[in-house]
Each structure stands twice: as structure tokens, then as C-alpha cells.
């Protein structure tokens, strides 16, 4: 079982705006910044988000990210087709000593 | 760019053991953490281990403590993952990924570029 919990699936259609959830503990987003990984079908993960709410080069603006206590958001405005995937969030467990994922959310464009 | 290659996946019975290679070009290796992150086929991620820059310090996923370790040769820019008495369970893709600290000046937990994966298949 995923230590930090995301929603199975999210959907939205073109142009609304979708948010995804993440929830922790104390020992991981409580103490830890959150990163987001996105998922193309058939890819390799791909970095999109890091220290809560910063965007890697190249990420549009439309993602964001948000952290409080021991939960975690990435919201996307003017969703588009090309955003549908999978979601992951992540973050350092001080108390497995290693990197704790979601078990992931799939986003579908409707 | 960061270009990541993984290589040694293929099929496996259980009980033996494979070594899996990432060959890594495009950046200052040698000053990076490096991890390896799985994924089973229609499953989420799963992350497997980490090693600091220079070598020095490790951890794994609780999963698969005391079976896969990772290692590295900085002189060859390559990370590798040993993994023995392997399991149906260890069926996946493995990618190997770059962290964007060293794992000193940071916590190792912002994998920033990946590799394309290798499937492991574990069957008799």
C-alpha cells in the first residue's frame, strides 16, 4: 500500500480546472517538500513539480502546487487533452529513510 | 542533455539474481544522488533505492531491503542495481532517475530526469 494517498482517477473537461489531492504524515509531507511526477500513457515519469510549488523549466504555468500540514494539492487550469495521465505525488519519509510515493491519480480529459 | 540508459532487464527464474546498469551522460555524474524507482505493469511507482553522490551512503525501499543494492562507478557514470533471490513480485519496470542534489547539501527526493525503463520479468 502507497504511504501518501491520492484519488484513484480525477476528470475534467477542456478548459475547467482539476485538483488532485495528496495526503501524508508528520514524518513525510509534514516534515518534507512534495514533488510531482506526470506519467504520459506509455512513458517514463517525468518531473512537474518540486519543492511544493515550484515549476521545472519548460512546465506551463497552468500547473500549480500547494502544500499544508500533512497534505499536498497540484491543481491544472485550462485543462487540455494533452494533460491526461497519470499523476504522482512524493516526498522524503524521515522515518523509512526514503522516498515515498502516491499511488498515483489518473487524469482524464473528458 | 541528461540521457539515461538502463540496461540487463529480461527474463529471469526465480530464485536467481540480475544486475541491472544505467549508463548516464549530459551532466556532472559524479555530483548527483542517483535512484531507482519500479513500476509493475498497470501498477503505480515504487521506489527502490537510492545512492549518495560519491557513493558512500544507501537506503531502500522497505520491499526490498536485504535483496536489490544499488552501486555506482563514478569513473564510468554508471548506476547499477544488483538484485538477487528474485520473486514474481519483483516483475516490473525498473527506471533508473537523477536527483538534482548530491544528497548532502539536500535531501535526495527530486528525481529530475529519468530513464526509458528496463522490464524485468521474473518466471520459471
Known amino acids: 500500500q502507497p504511504v501518501l494517498t491520492q484519488p484513484p482517477s480525477a476528470s475534467g473537461t477542456p478548459g475547467q480546472r482539476v485538483t488532485i489531492s495528496c495526503s501524508g504524515s508528520s514524518s513525510n509531507i509534514g516534515s518534507n517538500v512534495v514533488n510531482w511526477y506526470q506519467q504520459l500513457p506509455g512513458t517514463a515519469p517525468k518531473y512537474l513539480m518540486y519543492?511544493?510549488?515550484q515549476r521545472p523549466s519548460g512546465v506551463p504555468d497552468r500547473f500549480s502546487g500547494s502544500k499544508s500540514g500533512t497534505s499536498a494539492s497540484l491543481a491544472i487550469s485550462g485543462l487540455q487533452s494533452e494533460d491526461e495521465a497519470d499523476y504522482y505525488c512524493a516526498a522524503w519519509d524521515d522515518s523509512l529513510n526514503g522516498v515515498v510515493f502516491g499511488g498515483g491519480t489518473k487524469l482524464t480529459v473528458l | 542533455q541528461v540521457h539515461l540508459v538502463e540496461s540487463g532487464g529480461g527474463v529471469v527464474p526465480p530464485g536467481r539474481s540480475l544486475r541491472l546498469s544505467c549508463a548516464a551522460s549530459g551532466f556532472a555524474f559524479s555530483t548527483h544522488g542517483m535512484h531507482w524507482v519500479r513500476q509493475a505493469p498497470g501498477k503505480g511507482l515504487e521506489w527502490v533505492a537510492v545512492i549518495w553522490y560519491d557513493g558512500s551512503k544507501t537506503y531502500n525501499g522497505n520491499s526490498v531491503k536485504g535483496r536489490l543494492t544499488i552501486s555506482r562507478d563514478n569513473s564510468k557514470n554508471t548506476v547499477f542495481l544488483q538484485m538477487n533471490s528474485l520473486r514474481a513480485e519483483d516483475t516490473t519496470v525498473y527506471y533508473c532517475?537523477?536527483?538534482?542534489?548530491?544528497?548532502?547539501?539536500?535531501?535526495?527526493?527530486?528525481?529530475?530526469?529519468w530513464g526509458q525503463g528496463t522490464l524485468v520479468t521474473v518466471s520459471s
Open positions: 519543492s511544493n510549488n
Open positions: 532517475a537523477k536527483d538534482r542534489w548530491d544528497c548532502v547539501t539536500n535531501t535526495c527526493q527530486f528525481l529530475d530526469s
